[in-house]
């Protein structure tokens, strides 16, 4: 292969990236927030999951996309282990549509789509519009990548050592899901580098008993992108990468034994080369699914036996006021002030794992710290909205003149939160800079951090308890 054909291989494959991620972008932008509520609100049962997982990936066309998703709910405590399995699974199988798509050799129509993207994006002044014309340019910019890399590698297609050298794939798979693990675990795309075997396969280059072993280790590969987001979220979220994983080479390892019965599967679906490997994705996805759903609870345990340990678990949203309680305003009223302590101590839990993080740096309490923000500020939003409704109920006089009162502490306590966050942005400073604090320094921010900290505990109590002699 000649420096030029090199280059444009690398130019076609970058454009094909820059295409698929353009397109997926704007639908995604077009979709809004819906998908991501649609996770949140749609995965309790598993074969729902794994239809949401494959229905928002088909839109984002990267599964790998779709599992950090899953990963930061599950990170945020929106989404626990037995969720994310399906909706892993279901990414998988909506990641096979970039393939099926690419198998129709729509290449006539990148050019003109290119164009009616980019008037559409220029001209257009409606956001829905500028969406649509970011899909259809990206649709044109993912085809105009496939035809680059297909130009380039047509010279592959007469050197005898290229093709026996993939050829030798065939004889020996496992080094095939090597190089399809390392690729895509390079290029952080199964669907660019299934596009790159269906670009081969256009030409005549590879042959499907060779294109098999590499499509399993691209499979295998695309968990990477997960793998590596999971680091530094909380141990949940790291199993919920490692579910991925695991689920993806247990398939690869299925299909390793079956791989003389899916080859001739494969062919009996098509007798395009082009469409083969993209049927062959597919049928690895959905088998794989079919396969191992029924067993999710067990991948779930073998995750939390490789990565033990008990999550430090932070209840997720109000605990003691419901808004049927407004029908009884004393009893509202009783359950907000139980709410606004609870809300106060997770502050001070935050700011202590920030101060502690500061003079000694630990990244567990840096997701410990931040996990309790958001509780924090959720807390403030729905305490804030009840109190603003239970203002309106008839209330007994003295409960009455502390509806201000409750706000004002509400607010006073998210602040707490935010400052514990600014001292966590310092903390993460002073550590990327080696900055230097003497044993005296240190000393006298743990002194003073232990007032602030008593301080602050007493202001709880003495609101809670309504005790002014104290405050």
């Not at 899901?177 to 790159?196: E, K, R």
């Not at 396969?291 to 949203?317: C, M, N, S, T, W």
């Not at 502050?347 to 740096?361: H, K, P, Q, Y």
Request: proline content about 3%; hydrophobic content about 50%.
């Amino acid at each position: 292969m000649s420096w030029n054909s090199f280059f444009t291989l690398f130019g076609g494959l970058g454009l094909f990236i820059y295409g698929m991620n353009l397109m997926g972008e704007g639908l995604e932008k077009a979709a809004g927030d819906r998908m991501q509520r649609l996770l949140e609100l749609l995965t309790r049962n598993k074969l729902i999951g794994v239809l949401v997982g494959a229905s928002v990936t088909a839109v984002v066309q990267s599964s790998s996309a779709t599992t950090v998703m899953v990963i930061g709910l599950v990170n945020a405590g929106l989404m626990d282990l037995s969720q994310a399995i399906g909706v892993i699974m279901g990414a998988n199988i909506g990641t096979t549509v970039t393939a099926q798509l690419i198998a129709f050799k729509l290449t006539n129509i990148a050019l003109p789509a290119i164009g009616l993207g980019t008037a559409i994006l220029l001209f257009s002044r409606q956001k829905a519009k500028k969406f649509f014309g970011q899909v259809v340019l990206g649709f044109g910019l993912l085809f105009l990548g496939m035809e680059t890399m297909q130009v380039a590698l047509e010279p592959l297609a007469e050197l005898p050592a290229f093709a026996n050298f993939l050829a030798s794939f065939s004889k020996n798979p496992l080094l095939g899901i090597a190089a399809g693990f390392l690729t895509t675990g390079i290029v952080q795309s199964s669907s660019a580098t299934i596009g790159i075997l269906q670009a081969l396969a256009s030409q005549g280059i590879i042959s499907i008993s060779a294109a098999l072993p590499i499509l399993f280790g691209d499979n295998i590969g695309t968990t990477v992108t997960a793998l590596l987001s999971s680091i530094g979220t909380n141990i949940t979220a790291r199993r919920a990468a490692l579910l991925h994983f695991m689920f993806n080479l247990i398939g690869s390892l299925i299909f390793l034994l079956l791989l003389p019965f899916v080859q001739i599967l494969v062919t009996y679906t098509s007798t395009d080369p082009v469409r083969q490997i993209a049927n062959a994705h597919s049928i690895f996805n959905i088998t794989n699914t079919l396969i191992q759903l029924p067993f999710a609870f067990l991948l779930v345990k073998l995750a939390i036996r490789i990565i033990p340990g008990e999550p430090d678990i932070i209840e997720r949203g109000v605990k003691y006021i419901d808004e049927r309680l407004l029908q009884t305003p004393s009893i509202a009223f009783s359950q907000a002030k139980k709410e606004i302590n609870r809300m106060g101590y997770l502050a001070l839990e935050s700011l202590r794992d920030s101060v502690n993080t500061f003079i000694s740096f630990d990244k567990e309490k840096v997701i410990k710290a931040q996990e309790k923000e958001v509780v924090v500020n959720e807390l403030a939003r729905e305490l804030t909205k009840y109190l603003s409704q239970l203002s309106r109920r008839p209330l007994a006089p003295k409960d009455a003149k502390f509806i201000t009162d409750f706000i004002n502490a509400v607010n006073d306590m998210e602040r707490v939160g935010d400052h514990a966050m600014n001292i966590l942005e310092l903390a993460e400073y002073k550590k990327e800079k080696n900055l230097p604090f003497s044993n005296i320094a240190l000393k006298e921010l743990v002194d003073m951090f232990s007032k602030v900290q008593d301080t602050f505990a007493m202001a709880i109590e003495c609101f809670y308890n309504n005790d002014n002699d104290k405050a």
